[in-house]
């Protein structure tokens, strides 16, 4: 069972996080775009129970069929605070990951990686925790800035930290939508992170391990608050 600390507070989490950032590689490119199994993880929440539904949704990359899916209900356990979204999320991720018996090559996040205030978002977070290769793909710009992309599929543009640091890129999914905003979570290339989000994109501007694992986690939810 992979396993995540709770923090006690915000000032634990900064030092865990701290700690953490230490062991993200950014040194490897990753596996190779459309081959393998591709995991996508995403979250729900009513806040009124303080539930929290995570589910991973596994891919063949090659067909994007589903290979296997699960959910994970808990509670939350750790006040939202900007820059520390992972500790509300991570341990019921980590439970949805951890009921797999598939092990996945790469692991999609809805949200940020690198291109975090921190500099350590869910990607990289739940990248070095369980060691698998992962990147984020949130749905919404952050704290960086960037260039309008190209209207074409496949134009980028990069995200910039506020020293400038590339921390992203802004990318096309398809013709004329809004872009994704793709960033490396742990041992996976930018170049290759955004060749593995048009690869699971195809007819959408989600990758479609986020579009997946977002309806199975909104069901879990409904299913428990149903029951609960």
Do not use: W
């Amino acid at each position: 069972m992979t396993t995540s600390k709770t923090p006690a507070d915000e000032t634990e989490a900064r030092a865990i996080q701290d700690e953490l950032r230490r062991g993200v590689v950014l040194d490897e490119p990753g596996p190779p775009p459309g081959a393998g199994l591709v995991a996508g993880v995403d979250v729900a929440y009513d806040d009124e129970r303080d539930l929290v539904a995570a589910a991973a949704v596994v891919l063949d990359a090659a067909t994007l069929e589903v290979v296997e899916e699960r959910t994970a209900v808990g509670r939350v356990s750790f006040p939202y605070v900007p820059g520390l979204l992972a500790f509300r999320e991570l341990p019921t991720v980590l439970a949805a990951l951890d009921a797999l018996t598939v092990p996945p090559d790469l692991v999609v996040c809805d949200g940020y990686g690198l291109a975090h205030p921190r500099g350590f978002g869910l990607a990289c977070h739940l990248g070095v925790v369980t060691g698998l290769p992962s990147i984020g793909v949130a749905k919404n710009p952050f704290t960086f800035t960037y260039e309008e992309p190209g209207a074409r599929r496949g134009d980028a543009a990069p995200l910039l930290a506020t020293d400038g640091a590339v921390v992203g890129r802004a990318l096309r999914t398809q013709d004329g939508v809004k872009p994704v905003y793709v960033s490396v979570g742990h041992r996976v290339s930018l170049d290759n992170a955004c060749a593995h989000t048009l690869a699971l994109s195809p007819r959408y501007r989600l990758p479609e391990t986020t579009r997946r694992a977002d309806s199975l986690c909104r069901r879990a939810l409904r299913e428990a608050t149903r029951t609960g």
